[in-house]
């Protein structure tokens, strides 16, 4: 076990593929021992995701195609960071495009990185409650079907792999854990 | 909201980016109107992650510098699937590799896309117990700093951001769940 792990230098950076949405680069690194490595990393900017909890309870999910996968996968409503927004005011903007509701009480409930062994995603996820239904406003390239699950009866998708998203996972077991008040120190804002 | 969400079709795919770990494609997509988008995608192998807890009920967890994060992040043990390898063998590799401990039980808790808007990359999520020490064997360019927390303390650092990686709070949140009974179903093996 070393002790050397913030030893580590990033010399320098390539840019090898430059998209809309993520960019590509190889870093040169100087690892403790003094070799220098080639690690492959992609820059994205960053995203939200927002568990809507309505009144009796239930969860306002979304189906969605995804290039990715090649498959549609069962989600949190979520979206990217545009440049410069506040994560807060993108969860508002997003559960407004995708779901229609406008929420009186929005707490985040963590933050992190999707995929830090090679990605500086960085995910913003929130609870939204005291929601106002205000009409859908989508983007034209996303067609989403909605779909209202209970919490609990959600959870249990997660073990079967019918629910198998990274971001929709984190958010309903934290979720569950904040509405049984068995996390202190949620943050309400950014 | 429409209800064309199975509509789409993955017309071609162009590689531009062909790296170590990752390769990096632009789609054509067609949409459920008939238009076709272009959309990026990154391939990735797939990796596993293992949250392993011992006798007194701490997790061991490791200290890492990443480069695509610039930072050191405090993470469960994982690592990449090598091609053709099952999932629980590589998480077994990996936990002897990076903490030195061989597992007598290892039940997966999830199965995930961490972040299926533009990467396929699948990650298989494991808690290990009755744990055997055996001696690390750490790649050559991997430095780690082992860190044993309790479970409820690792899950305290969630909202206030100190665990910050999207495999560790579902691996943590997971296992707690787990621990408690409060999900059935949970798969013994792949």
Redesign the interface.
Known sequence: ????????E?ISSEK??D????K?F??D?R??DG?I??????K?PG?VGIVPVLEDGSIVMV????????E??L?IP?G?LSPGEPPEECARRELREETGFSAGEMI??????????????Y?HVYIARDLTYEG?D?EP?E????EKVGLSEA??K????EI????T??GL??AR?YLERA?????KSD
């Open positions: 076990m070393s002790s050397d792990v913030d030893d580590h990033l090898v593929f998209g809309r949405i993520i590509v190889i870093d690194v690892l403790p070799r490595v080639k690690w492959e990393k992609v994205h995203a189906r969605q195609y995804r290039n990715a996968t090649d549609v996968i989600e979520a990217k985040k409930l963590a933050e992190f990185y999707n995929s830090p062994g090679y990605s500086d995603e995910f859908t989508l390239d067609f989403l079907e909605e959870i249990g997660i073990p079967t792999g198998r998203d990274a971001k996972i984190i077991t934290l854990l996390i202190p120190d949620f943050k």
